[in-house]
């Protein structure tokens, strides 16, 4: 018998102009896809990847623009972040005084996976969560 998950796209895209004032609503659309898609246990983690590698493309990337990928794998779900700006990013510890750069230092501390990759439009940012139960594609 079908899921009622089936229905639903496997594939969350947004093409976006990124400012801090978006934020919210964008989180609140990437919950409800990880919703429908019955991924709420990993919610919280996958809405801060999202706000932290949105966040760095705000704070990075002239123009601000980016394609924001929320994706159901199996197992979990993916996230990618690309924008035009081939700058790679180092990922180094954090000023843990400071009042920034720590996300990049906490999403691959929290990610199963994760990784950055140059395009030929400049890079991708993403990160794979599994996830908690063992829930059906």
Known sequence: MPDATDSFPRRLT?????????????????????DM?????????????????????????PGKAATLLVQ????????VVSDPDPTIPKVKEPDWIGESGRGL??????ADDWGIA??????DVW???????????
């Open 14 to 34: 947004m093409r976006l102009d990124v400012e801090p004032e978006k934020l919210t609503q964008i989180r609140q659309v990437v919950k409800a896809h990880l």
């Open 37 to 61: 898609w019955r991924l709420t246990e990993i919610a919280d983690l996958v809405t801060l990847a999202v706000t932290e590698l949105l966040t760095n493309v705000h704070k990075h990337t």
């Open 72 to 79: 159901r794998v199996p197992g979990g779900a993916c996230v």
């Open 105 to 110: 230092h906490l999403l691959t501390t929290l």
């Open 118 to 123: 140059p395009t030929n439009t400049g890079k």
């Open 127 to 137: 990160i794979r969560v599994a996830a908690i139960a063992d829930t059906p594609e």
